[in-house]
């Protein structure tokens, strides 16, 4: 069936450090991709996506790229700020357009 | 615009009691979802709705009911509440007609069953 796996947290940086999140999925075909973020005692928004092959998405400095190769779609960030402190859930949306979620990355960043 | 709120903010609950979680959005969007957050587990579906008038089972829908008599609401029940089913409850819509889109996230309700 499917699945997201993502790296175990907590990840803890200082400011201005390189992000990257690990996440992989098993999929039937190719599925659209997400990244959601849940900041402290809010419910989850959408922060990228990818709806294809090589597809990246962006934003706020945040990237990912679907990699059909290695079924990867790892999240980097150049340079973290203390305000990217969150939890990040990798997703796949599948057949039904129901989302599969990974189990959640939490990111500390200090000053 | 408030988008998707819910009801309580939190609840405690001694078990064996009913109990209703609420649910409503103002963006006319088709589908609905209820997931719980358990440490861990990420966010697992219960039930959704992709249009008014049905409704599906999810991943964990044991010992939970939904209803959607209108677009709007999508409310919860725990018939009979047991401690397992403290956790933290996220409502969710979108409009999934085409998919590849965007769920939209409750604050959640936060329930713990004694």
């Known amino acids: 069936g499917n699945s997201v796996t993502q790296m175990e947290g907590p990840v803890t940086l200082s400011e201005e450090a390189f992000l990257t999140i690990n996440c992989t999925y098993t999929a039937t075909g190719y599925p659209s991709l997400f990244w959601y973020v849940q900041y402290p005692g809010e419910g989850l928004q959408l922060l990228l996506k990818a709806t294809k092959a090589d597809d990246k998405g962006s934003n706020k400095g945040f990237e990912a790229t679907y990699r059909k190769e290695t079924t990867s779609f790892h999240l980097e960030k150049g340079s973290v700020q203390v305000s990217d402190s969150a939890v990040y859930f990798c997703a796949l949306e599948d057949s039904s357009y129901k989302l599969i979620f990974g189990s959640g990355t939490r990111l500390l960043v200090r000053p | 615009i408030a988008g998707i709120t819910q009801a309580p903010t939190s609840q405690i609950l001694a078990a064996g009691r009913r109990m209703t979680l609420r649910c409503t959005q103002d963006m006319r969007h088709n589908a609905m979802y209820w997931y719980r957050q358990d440490l861990g587990l990420g966010l697992r579906l219960i039930h959704y709705?992709?249009?008014?008038?049905?409704?599906g089972k999810g991943e964990v829908p044991d010992g939970y009911s939904v209803s959607r008599a209108n677009t709007d609401d999508f409310p919860l029940t725990l018939a009979s509440a047991v401690p397992s089913q403290t956790s933290v409850y996220f409502c969710?819509?979108?409009?999934?007609?085409?998919?590849?889109?965007?769920?939209?996230f409750g604050p959640g309700t936060r329930l713990t069953v004694l």
């Open positions: 709705s992709n249009t008014a008038g049905t409704t």
């Open positions: 969710a819509s979108s409009d999934s007609s085409s998919g590849h889109n965007e769920q939209f």
